[in-house]
C-alpha cells in the first residue's frame, strides 16, 4: 500500500470554508463515458480564497470562474485545490466519469441496462467536484440527456420542469428540487422501465403523485411495494403530523445495488429484493421486509433530509430515529410483540457481537478510516434502541413535543445528536445529561440483579449492578441512565403495585448508579419478578431464575414479549448446561418440565399463532456464541441441533395436530394468515426431525401454492439434511434459474447447508448460471451465508473455509469494496475461537493487509481487527 488511509476525528469538525446555494447540472450520458458540467453558485463563508473540492476517478475537462477559464488550481489526493476566488463566484466544472466500468456501485454506475447512482456517503465525489459534505446544502436543477430507445425514462430529483428531443436519437429532461439538501441526497435514474402508478391526498389535500419504477415485466410485483408507500404516507401524518413535501414521489428498483434502499429526496433507489415481490416470488418475511425498507426510507425524508447529519459521525442522528420510526411503523400494522421479538433478536445477536469484536463503536463513533464501514447494527438497531429508551423515559406525548421542537429548531439545515436530545429534554423537561453517554460510550452493559425478600417487613429488595466492560476503542466506562422496567407478581399471577417510601413508583425505574437497591415495601408474598420488561434497554440481563419461575413466567406475565423473553431465559439455561455436558462428553437431555412448558405453549388457545411460532423458535448458533468468550462451535451446533429433535420427538403429536389444522386453501398476506404460516411452517422445521419428516416436506413442498410454504419446506429439508432436499433443490433451480432474485432463496440454502461437503457444493453454486460475484445479492445470498450462517462449515478445522474466504475477499476488494467489507466481519472476530483456528484465520487476514491495492474499507477492519 502506498500511503496508508487516514483517519477522520468528529472532534476535529470545521465548518465548510463555503457554501454552495444553487447548483446546475447536466448529465450527458453515455456508457463508458459521461460527461458532467456542474455550475455552482459559492459563496465564501470563512475568511480564504482557496476552495477545497471533494473528487475521486474523475477526468477533469474544464474550470471556469465567473465564466473565464481558471488556471489556478491543483488536482490534489482526493479532491481539487482552487485558488485565488472571490467572495462569491459560479464555478463550472466539467469532469468525464466511466459508469460501465463502476463495478463498486458507488457515484453513477450502470444496473443491467439502466444508469443509476448511490451518492451516501461520499459517493457524489465520483459524480463531479463538489464540497461532498452533509453540511452544504444547495438547490439542485439537474439535466439529464441520453439516448431515447434505451432510455426513455429520464429521472432526477424534485420536480421536472421541462423536456425536449435532440438530434441523434437523443433527449432530455430538465428538473428542479425546490428542498435544499446535501449531495449525498443527489440521484439520477435512466433507462427504460414499466411504472405502476398512484396517488396520494396528504392530509392539507395537496394531491402527491407516486411512481414505481421496475424492469420490464415485473408490474405485477410492484403493488405491495406501492401499498406500503401509501400506508407509510399516512401513518408519518398520523402518528407523527409529518406531511410529503413534493408533487412526486418515485422509486426505482435496481439489481444491482450495495444496501437495502436509498431515501435520495424524491427519487428513491432500491435494491429491487426491498420492491418485487408476489406470492410466488416473495416469503412472508419479504413482504414485511418490503413494508418495512419502503416505510423506512419515506420517513427519512423528515428524519434524514429535511433535517440532516452536520457531519457522517452524527449518522445515528437520522438512522436510529428512522429505524424506531420505521420499527413503530410494522408494530402499529402488525403484531407489535413479534416485531419486538424480531428487534430484540437483532440486538442480542449480531448488534452484541459487534459490541464485542475488535471493529466495536459507539452509535456516534469518534473515529472513521470510511464511512462506509459505519453503516452498522451499532448505529442503526442500537441507535434505534436508543431512541426508543428516551421514547419510554419522555412517554409518547413528551416525545412527539421533542419531535415538534427538534423540526421547529433544525427544518431545513444539517444537526447533531445533541441538538435531538437537546429538543427531547427542552420540550419535555426531562434530564437527559447522563443519558447522553449512550451517544458516546461503546460495548454492551451487563446488568445484574439480586433479589432479597423479607418476610417479616413484607419488603422485596432489588439490587441493580451494572458494569460495562472495556472495548476495543474505550477502557473506562461510566455508569449509564438505564431505563430498567420491572413488574412483580404474586403467585397467582396478579401484578403487584410498587411502593417505595409509602409512595406508588412507576414501573420503569431510573438506574444510574454502578449499583443501586429498591426497597419495594407492601409485597405480601415472595413475588416473582418480570425484568427488563419490553428488553427497555439494551443490556445483557443477569439473574439467577429458577426453572419455575420462568416456566411461571411464560404463562403469567402481563406482556407477550416477558413470555417469549422468560422461554429465551428458560431455553439458554439448558444450552449452557448442555454445551458443557457435550463438551464433558455427556448427552444432550433436557428435563420433562422444560418440554411440558413448551407444550402448553404450543396448545395455548389464548395465544396468537405468530406468537407461539416465535416462542418455539431456539436462539441462533450466532446469538448463542455471543454467550461466550470463548466459542466451543461444534458443541454449540451440536446442542442447538440435538434439542430440536428431542423437543420434536416429545412433542410430535402436537406438532403434528397442530401442523394440519392450519393448513389454509386460499392465499393471503393479511397478518392474520401470515401469523398461521409462520405457525404451521415452525411446527414443519421440527416435524422434518422426525420420522414423518421426508415425507411432509415432500408434499408441502409438492402442493404449495405461495413461496413461503415452499421455501419453509426447503429449508426443513435443507436443516434436517432430508433424502428429498436435492430432489427439491433441483426443481427449483430448474423452475427460477433465470430469475436472480428468487434464486437467492436457493443460494442461501446452498451456503447454510450442513452438509460436510459443503464448501465444494458452494464452490460448484459459483458456476451456477443465475450466479454472479458482480452482484452483491448473489454475493450475499451465497458467501455471506457461508460466512456468516454456516458455522460448522465454514469454522471447519482444516481452514479450508477461511481459506475460500480470503479467495473471495481479495477478489472483491477490487471490484466492489463495499460489499468485501461485509462479508469480512465473521473473520475479525477471530480471537473468539481456538488457538488453531485463530492462526489459520489471522493467516488469511495478513494476507490481506500485505496487499498493495487493499481498499480503505477493508484496511480499517484488517488493521482495526490486527491490532486489537
Ligand atoms: N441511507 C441509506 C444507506 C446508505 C449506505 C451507504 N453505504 C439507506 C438507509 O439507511 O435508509
Ligand atoms: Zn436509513
Request: proline share 3%.
Given at each position: 500500500m502506498a500511503q496508508s488511509p487516514q483517519a477522520k476525528y468528529r472532534k476535529d469538525y470545521q465548518s465548510p470554508s463555503h457554501t454552495i446555494t444553487d447548483i446546475d447540472l447536466t448529465f450527458d450520458l453515455f456508457d463508458s463515458a459521461t460527461t458532467v458540467t456542474a455550475i455552482s453558485q459559492v459563496k465564501q463563508l470563512l475568511d480564504s480564497t482557496t476552495l477545497f473540492l471533494d473528487g475521486e476517478d474523475l477526468v477533469l475537462k474544464a474550470i471556469n470562474v465567473d465564466g473565464e477559464a481558471w488556471s489556478q488550481y491543483q488536482e490534489v489526493e482526493g479532491g481539487l485545490e482552487i485558488h485565488g476566488?472571490?467572495?462569491?463566484?459560479?464555478?463550472?466544472?466539467?469532469?468525464?466519469?466511466?459508469?460501465?466500468?463502476?463495478?463498486?456501485?458507488?457515484?453513477?454506475?450502470?444496473?443491467?441496462?439502466?444508469?443509476?447512482?448511490?451518492?451516501?456517503?461520499?459517493?457524489?465525489?465520483?459524480?463531479?467536484?463538489?464540497?461532498d459534505r452533509p453540511d452544504v446544502l444547495a438547490k439542485y436543477t439537474t439535466t439529464v440527456i441520453a439516448d431515447k430507445e434505451n432510455n426513455p425514462y429520464l429521472l432526477s430529483n424534485g420536480n421536472r420542469i421541462d423536456q425536449g428531443e435532440l438530434e441523434g436519437g437523443r433527449h432530455w429532461v430538465k428538473w428542479q428540487d425546490p428542498h435544499p439538501k446535501p449531495s449525498y441526497l443527489f440521484a439520477l435514474v435512466a433507462g427504460d422501465f414499466d411504472v405502476l402508478r398512484d396517488n396520494f391526498v396528504t392530509q392539507s389535500g395537496r394531491d402527491v403523485a407516486l411512481e414505481i419504477f421496475v424492469d420490464k415485466g415485473n408490474l405485477d410485483r410492484a403493488t405491495h411495494a406501492m401499498?406500503?408507500?401509501?400506508?407509510?404516507?399516512?401513518?408519518?401524518?398520523?402518528?407523527f403530523g409529518l406531511e410529503y413535501d413534493l408533487d412526486i414521489y418515485m422509486i426505482v428498483a435496481v439489481d444491482f445495488f450495495?444496501?437495502?434502499?436509498?431515501e435520495n429526496k424524491g427519487l428513491n433507489i432500491f435494491n429491487s429484493k426491498y420492491v418485487l415481490a408476489n406470492e410466488n416470488t416473495a416469503t412472508d418475511t419479504d413482504y414485511l421486509g418490503i413494508e418495512a425498507v419502503i416505510g423506512h426510507e419515506y420517513f427519512h425524508n423528515w428524519t434524514g433530509n429535511r433535517v440532516t447529519c452536520r457531519d457522517w459521525f452524527q449518522l445515528s442522528l437520522k438512522e436510529g430515529l428512522t429505524v424506531f420510526r420505521d420499527q413503530e411503523f410494522s408494530s402499529d400494522l402488525g403484531s407489535r410483540a413479534v416485531n419486538r421479538i424480531n428487534n430484540v433478536r437483532i440486538i442480542r445477536g449480531p448488534q452484541f457481537a459487534e459490541d464485542a469484536s475488535p471493529m466495536s463503536h459507539p452509535i456516534r463513533p469518534d473515529k472513521v478510516i470510511?464511512?462506509?464501514?459505519?453503516?452498522?447494527?451499532?448505529?442503526?438497531?442500537?441507535?434505534?434502541?436508543?431512541?426508543?429508551?428516551?421514547?419510554?423515559?419522555?412517554?409518547?406525548?413528551?416525545?412527539?413535543?421533542?419531535?415538534?421542537?427538534?423540526?421547529?429548531?433544525?427544518?431545513?439545515?444539517?444537526?447533531?445528536?445533541e441538538d435531538f436530545v437537546a429538543a427531547m429534554e427542552d420540550a419535555s423537561g426531562?434530564?437527559?445529561?447522563?443519558?447522553?453517554?449512550?451517544?458516546?460510550?461503546?460495548?454492551?452493559?451487563?446488568?445484574?440483579?439480586?433479589?432479597?425478600?423479607?418476610?417479616?417487613?413484607?419488603?422485596?429488595?432489588?439490587?441493580?449492578?451494572?458494569?460495562?466492560?472495556?472495548?476495543?476503542?474505550?477502557t473506562d466506562k461510566q455508569p449509564l441512565h438505564i431505563p430498567f422496567d420491572i413488574e412483580l407478581y404474586d403467585s397467582k399471577g396478579e401484578v403487584i403495585d410498587l411502593v417505595m417510601d409509602g409512595q406508588a413508583v412507576h414501573h420503569v425505574l431510573d438506574v444510574k448508579a454502578a449499583k443501586q437497591t429498591y426497597v419495594f415495601e407492601n409485597v405480601a408474598e415472595k413475588p416473582i419478578p418480570s425484568l427488563l420488561r419490553e428488553f427497555s434497554a439494551p443490556v445483557i440481563l443477569e439473574y439467577d431464575y429458577q426453572d419455575e419461575e420462568l416456566i411461571f413466567l411464560m404463562v403469567h406475565a402481563r406482556n407477550e414479549f416477558a413470555c417469549w423473553d422468560a422461554g429465551q431465559m428458560l431455553l439458554a439455561k439448558y444450552i449452557r448446561s448442555n454445551v458443557q455436558a457435550v463438551q464433558n462428553g455427556d448427552t444432550v437431555t433436557l428435563p420433562s418440565s422444560v418440554i411440558d412448558a413448551f407444550r402448553g405453549v404450543l396448545l395455548s388457545e389464548e395465544l396468537e399463532p405468530a406468537f407461539i411460532a416465535e416462542m418455539l423458535a431456539l436462539p441462533s448458533h450466532n446469538e448463542v456464541s455471543g454467550w461466550y468468550a470463548s466459542v466451543d462451535v461444534d458443541a454449540i451446533a451440536n446442542v442447538l441441533k440435538s434439542l430440536k429433535v428431542q423437543l420434536a420427538q416429545e412433542l410430535n403429536d402436537e406438532l403434528s395436530a397442530i401442523y394440519h389444522s392450519l393448513k389454509q386453501k386460499e392465499y393471503s398476506i393479511d397478518h392474520a394468515a401470515i401469523g398461521k404460516r409462520s405457525l404451521r411452517n415452525a411446527c414443519l422445521s421440527y416435524l422434518a426431525h422426525t420420522e414423518q419428516g421426508n415425507s411432509l416436506v415432500q408434499s408441502q413442498y409438492q402442493s404449495a401454492n405461495n413461496m413461503t410454504d415452499t421455501m419453509a419446506a426447503m429449508s426443513a429439508a435443507n436443516q434436517a439434511q432430508l433424502p428429498c432436499r436435492e430432489t427439491l433443490m433441483a426443481d427449483y433451480s430448474e423452475k427460477w434459474k433465470h430469475d436472480g432474485l428468487v434464486m437467492d432463496k436457493w443460494f442461501m440454502l446452498q451456503g447454510t447447508n450442513p452438509a460436510d461437503n459443503a464448501l465444494d457444493v458452494i464452490r460448484e453454486t459459483m458456476n451456477h448460471e443465475a450466479f454472479s460475484l458482480k452482484n452483491p445479492n448473489r454475493t450475499r445470498s451465497l458467501i455471506g451465508a457461508f460466512l456468516s450462517n454456516n458455522?460448522?462449515?465454514?469454522?471447519?478445522?482444516?481452514?479450508?473455509?477461511?481459506?475460500?474466504?480470503?479467495?473471495?475477499?481479495?477478489?472483491?476488494?477490487?471490484?466492489?469494496?463495499?460489499?468485501?467489507?461485509?462479508?469480512?466481519?465473521p473473520l475479525l472476530k477471530f480471537r473468539k475461537y481456538d488457538v488453531e483456528r485463530q492462526a489459520l484465520i489471522k493467516q488469511q487476514l495478513e494476507a490481506l493487509k500485505s496487499m498493495d491495492n487493499l481498499a480503505k474499507d477493508l484496511y480499517e477492519k484488517v488493521t482495526t481487527a490486527l491490532d486489537a
Open positions: 476566488l472571490p467572495q462569491q463566484f459560479e464555478l463550472t466544472v466539467v469532469t468525464q466519469i466511466n459508469p460501465e466500468a463502476n463495478t463498486a456501485l458507488e457515484g453513477l454506475y450502470k444496473s443491467g441496462g439502466a444508469f443509476c447512482t448511490q451518492c451516501e456517503a461520499e459517493g457524489f465525489r465520483r459524480i463531479t467536484y463538489y464540497q401499498t406500503s408507500l401509501i400506508n407509510s404516507m399516512k401513518w408519518d401524518e398520523t402518528r450495495n444496501m437495502g434502499a436509498m470510511e464511512m462506509n464501514n459505519f453503516y452498522t447494527l451499532t448505529v442503526y438497531e442500537k441507535g434505534s434502541e436508543v431512541i426508543r429508551m428516551m421514547h419510554t423515559l419522555l412517554g409518547e406525548e413528551g416525545f412527539q413535543k421533542g419531535m415538534k421542537l427538534y423540526f421547529e429548531r433544525h427544518d431545513g439545515t444539517a444537526a447533531t445528536c426531562v434530564d437527559l445529561t447522563q443519558f447522553r453517554l449512550w451517544y458516546s460510550q461503546s460495548g454492551t452493559p451487563k446488568v445484574t440483579v439480586s433479589s432479597e425478600y423479607n418476610a417479616s417487613q413484607k419488603t422485596y429488595a432489588l439490587t441493580i449492578e451494572q458494569v460495562t466492560e472495556p472495548t476495543n476503542n474505550q458455522p460448522v462449515g465454514f469454522h471447519a478445522k482444516t481452514g479450508e473455509g477461511y481459506q475460500f474466504a480470503g479467495e473471495i475477499l481479495r477478489e472483491l476488494n477490487s471490484s466492489n469494496p463495499q460489499v468485501a467489507s461485509r462479508l469480512i466481519d
